[in-house]
């Protein structure tokens, strides 16, 4: 048997078409354009194509984008201070902040994260809208585990009374997916580095996600004839010679697991395509909440 593959270009293109449409709808209703602002602090490469990527999603749906660029030695206090004006910008409707920080600020990640007004807070990721989430009521979510949900739906996989089992308790990706799994009626067990009898745990799960981050390391043997296995993780192989890039790899074994799971997400081209299309969702969304 060979798994149906879930491609997330399939699934980011329609999240990505709902989000245009909506803020069309938006224009059209009130004359505004949902605007999101990214803040990158100093010149982390990875962050630096991360942002140009949602610069450009922004542009091609009709998301007014603004790329704030602060130095590498920005003080906390500067951050703040801009975030400040954001939450005071008309014309924006979702702030974001590029992780990871400089190393300097990585201790005020939480109090810079933490400022931004949670109705902006497009990352979901303000204890407003993570309390929100839990109680089950509206809330900007985070844009990976949510994307990953609304993939499972879309693909018709049924979750209700399903086993789900999450490989990590990240607060981006392994906790949200618990919750947001645990909202649409799934049995849920959440996983760590200190489960014990890993495998026999992902082998009941009719639903896997692997949040590790850690290439191949959900094999074959951990998953269960028939189950749908959503790989989060992305990880760089070592390069085979030097000057050459190292290949890119999810936290599962995907050829192995091909051949036993019922669904699966592939790496490149499975969750990652999503994760930008949630993001312009949620600005919309952030949009459609202020002005209402
Ligand atoms: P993290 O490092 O914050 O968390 C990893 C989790 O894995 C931890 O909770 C840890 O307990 C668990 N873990 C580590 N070793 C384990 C073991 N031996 N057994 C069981 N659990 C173990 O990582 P994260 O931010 O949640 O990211 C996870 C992966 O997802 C990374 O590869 C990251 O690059 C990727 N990611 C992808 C997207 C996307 O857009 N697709 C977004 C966020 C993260």
């Given at each position: ?15 990505k078409?709902?989000a245009r449409?909506r803020a069309a709808a938006l224009k059209e209703?009130y004359g505004v354009q949902p605007g999101l602002a990214v803040i ?11 942002v140009?990527?949602k610069h450009k999603a922004c542009e091609e749906l009709g998301i007014y984008s603004e790329v704030i ?16 004006s954001l939450?005071?910008d008309a014309k924006i409707h979702g702030i974001l ?23 902006k807070?497009v ?156 993001l312009m969702e949620n600005v919309v969304q952030a949009a459609e909440?202020q002005l209402?």
């Open positions: 048997m060979s798994a149906r593959i879930l491609e997330g270009k399939v699934f980011a293109g329609q999240f078409e709902d449409k209703k990158i602090v100093g010149h982390d490469p990875a962050s630096e194509v991360y140009r990527n660029e602060m130095a590498e030695d920005s003080s906390k206090e500067e951050i703040l201070a801009r975030i400040d939450n005071k902040v590029q992780l990871p920080l400089p190393k300097a600020l990585r201790s005020s990640e939480e109090e810079i994260l933490d400022s931004i007004d949670p109705v807070d990352d979901g990721f303000h204890p407003v809208n993570v309390g929100r989430m839990v109680k089950g009521e509206e809330a900007l979510l985070p844009c990976t585990p949510h994307g990953c949900l609304k993939m499972l739906e879309l693909a018709g996989i049924e979750i209700e009374g399903k086993k789900a089992v999450v490989v990590g308790r990240s607060n981006i990706v392994g906790k949200p997916m618990l919750h947001l799994l645990l909202a649409r009626n799934a049995t849920v067990t959440i996983c760590h580095s200190r489960t014990e009898n890993l495998p026999a745990v992902t082998r009941e799960a009719d639903i896997l996600v692997a949040a590790v981050g850690c290439p191949k390391f959900i094999t074959a043997d951990m998953v269960k004839e028939g189950a749908t296995v959503i790989d989060v993780g992305i990880n760089r192989l070592p390069p085979a010679e030097p000057g050459a890039k190292g290949k890119l790899v999810g936290d599962v074994d995907f050829e192995a697991a091909l051949e036993v799971a019922g669904a699966i997400t592939p790496v490149p081209g499975g969750v990652g395509l999503l994760t930008v299309a949630m909440m209402a």
